[in-house]
C-alpha cells in the first residue's frame, strides 16, 4: 500500500510542477510500459533504431542488471556486468549506434550532448517513469493478452504505477498481436485502455528470425528435440513457437539472470542427459549476451547452442512511422 502512496505522491509533485522535469535541447523518444516484466521494449526500441537510421542517433538505457554505476558508454567488447544485457545486443547488432547507460536519464543526456559528435536523437529505453526528463514523444507498450487495463499496481497488481498513467503518452502501441486483428477489435482496445482522443493507438505482431550460432562455426539444422533456456520475464511464446517443430524441455531462469559457472554446469548436464540425437540448446539474444560471458569457463564449450532473434511490425506501419515522426 505505501508504495502505491508513494507512486501517487510523486507524480502528482510532477503534475503539479513542484517537481520540476528538464526539457532536453535534443529531440527524445521515451520507450516505456507501465507493468513490470516484458512487454517488447527492446525490439520496439530496434525498430525505432532503424527507424531513424538517417540520423545521428543515440540510445540511452538505465542498463538494468549492469554492476556498474553512472554514465558509461557500451563497446562492443563490454560486458552484460558493464553495460547490461539489452545494451549491450543492441550495440553490437548496431556498432554505429551510441550505446550509452545511466541511472539519471537527464545527466546521461548531458553527457551524451558532450560528445566531440552529440546525438541528433536520443531514445530513452524503458524511461516511462522516469520523470525528470520531459520527453519530446513518449511510447506506451502494453501486450495484447495482458494489457495494463487488467492490472492493478503494485504489490496488488504487477503495474509500476496506476493505470491513469497512461495519459502521459503520446502513442500507445498494443504488443505481441495475432496477426489480424478486426477494425472492431482495434476500437475495443481504445474503449479498454481509456485512452484520450489525442494519444494515437497501434498494434504491432512478433516475428522470430532464424536461430543464429553462439559460437562461430556452428550452422543451424533443424533438430527434433530442444533444451530452451531462458532468462526472460516471458518465455511463454517462445516455448509455444518452437513447439510446432519439435519436443522442447525448458529451463526457466528469472528475468534478467547472470549465468553462473554452476549453471552452465546445469545447462550441459541436462542437454547431455537427451538421449536423442537430434537436439540442440536454443536461447533468446537477450540470454544469448549474458551466456556467452558465462561459457568462457569451458562449460558450454563443443555444445551447439543457438539463439532466437526476434523483430517486430505494425499492423499500420507507415501510419506508425509518420505518426512518430512527427514528433521528432
Not at 52 to 70: E, H, N, P, Q, V
Not at 111 to 125: F, I, M, S, T
Not at 168 to 197: G, M, N, W
Not at 222 to 235: C, E, Q, S, Y
Request: hydrophobic share 35%; charged share 25%; with cysteine.
Amino acid at each position: 500500500m505505501w508504495y502505491a502512496v508513494g507512486v501517487a505522491l510523486r507524480n502528482m509533485l510532477y503534475s503539479c510542477g513542484i517537481k520540476k522535469s528538464d526539457s532536453p535541447n535534443i529531440p527524445t523518444v521515451c520507450i516505456g510500459n507501465l507493468r513490470m516484466g516484458g512487454t517488447g521494449k527492446t525490439p520496439h526500441t530496434e525498430y525505432l533504431v532503424r527507424l531513424f537510421s538517417d540520423r545521428r542517433t543515440a540510445l540511452l538505457s538505465r542498463g538494468y542488471g549492469r554492476k556498474s554505476t553512472g554514465f558509461v558508454i557500451a563497446e562492443e567488447e563490454s560486458t552484460p556486468a558493464q553495460v547490461g544485457d539489452e545494451p549491450l545486443m543492441l550495440k553490437r547488432r548496431f556498432p554505429s549506434l551510441t550505446v550509452a547507460v545511466c541511472e539519471d536519464r537527464a545527466e546521461g543526456i548531458r553527457r551524451l550532448a558532450q560528445l566531440p559528435e552529440p546525438p541528433e536523437l536520443v531514445l530513452l529505453d524503458d524511461a516511462y517513469q522516469h520523470r525528470k526528463v520531459k520527453s519530446t514523444a513518449t511510447i506506451l507498450l502494453t501486450e495484447f493478452s495482458d494489457p495494463f487495463s487488467d492490472d492493478r499496481i503494485l504489490p496488488f497488481g504487477n503495474l509500476r504505477e496506476f493505470r491513469s498513467g497512461n495519459n502521459r503518452a503520446d502513442i500507445v502501441v498494443v504488443t505481441k498481436c495475432p496477426p489480424a486483428i478486426s477494425l472492431r477489435k482495434r476500437e475495443k482496445y481504445r474503449r479498454q485502455l481509456h485512452l484520450q482522443s489525442s494519444q494515437q493507438l497501434f498494434f504491432s505482431q512478433i516475428s522470430y528470425l532464424p536461430p543464429q550460432p553462439l559460437f562461430e562455426g556452428q550452422e543451424w539444422q533443424p533438430v527434433k528435440n530442444v533444451l530452451l533456456v531462458t532468462g526472460i520475464a516471458h518465455p511463454a511464446p517462445l516455448k509455444h513457437h518452437l513447439e510446432k517443430h519439435c519436443t522442447v524441455r525448458h529451463l526457466d531462469f528469472p528475468d534478467h539472470h547472470s549465468f553462473t559457472s554452476e549453471d552452465c554446469r546445469h545447462i550441459a548436464n541436462r542437454f547431455n542427459a537427451i538421449k536423442e540425437e537430434s537436439k540442440a540448446i536454443v536461447t533468446t539474444e537477450k540470454d544469448a549476451m549474458r551466456m556467452l560471458g558465462a561459457a568462457s569457463n569451458g562449460q558450454l564449450t563443443g555444445l551447439p547452442i543457438f539463439y532466437i532473434p526476434i523483430s517486430i511490425h505494425f499492423t499500420d506501419e507507415d501510419t506508425f512511422d509518420m505518426a512518430i515522426k512527427k514528433f521528432v
